[in-house]
Nanobody, 128 residues
Framework: QVQLVESGGGSVQAGGSLRLSCAVS????????LGWFRQAPGKGREGVAA????????YYADSVKGRFTISQDNAKKTLYLQMNSLKPEDSAMYYC?????????????????????WGQGTQVTVSS
């Protein structure tokens, strides 16, 4: 059984940084894609970033390109999201997710598709 537990959220001023962590247990073929999503109050869920199979490929939403970095530490079985130059519009509940290869890779291209496993979320609040 795949389990995902996020941590590292908090409150920060605009321009600041936070690093989110997601402890991943139960690695299987269903965790070849690992990703971060977010959802702000009253808005739909938005894909933020994805990583395929031990840093083989990465994907970022346009809204976070150049500011966020997704990475994986295999030894610690942890997924990270380094968030720099944070903006108030980045405020949301952030979720870690895992899925099989089709969740983030199709025909050699990375994207954010449907994921199978989800964490409970960690809140990020950015004040102006």
């Amino acid at each position: 059984q795949v389990q995902l537990v996020e941590s590292g959220g908090g409150s920060v001023q605009a321009g600041g940084s936070l690093r989110l962590s997601c402890a991943v247990s139960g690695y299987t073929s269903l965790t070849r894609c690992l990703g971060w999503f977010r959802q702000a109050p009253g808005k739909g869920r938005e894909g933020v970033a994805a990583l395929y199979a031990d840093n083989y490929g990465m994907y970022y939403a346009d809204s976070v390109k150049g500011r966020f970095t997704i990475s994986q530490d295999n030894a610690k079985k942890t997924l990270y999201l380094q968030m720099n130059s944070l903006k108030p519009e980045d405020s949301a509940m952030y979720y870690c997710a895992a899925g099989g290869p089709s969740s983030c890779l199709t025909r050699g291209h990375m994207y954010l598709g449907e994921f199978d496993y989800w964490g409970q979320g960690t809140q990020v609040t950015v004040s102006s």
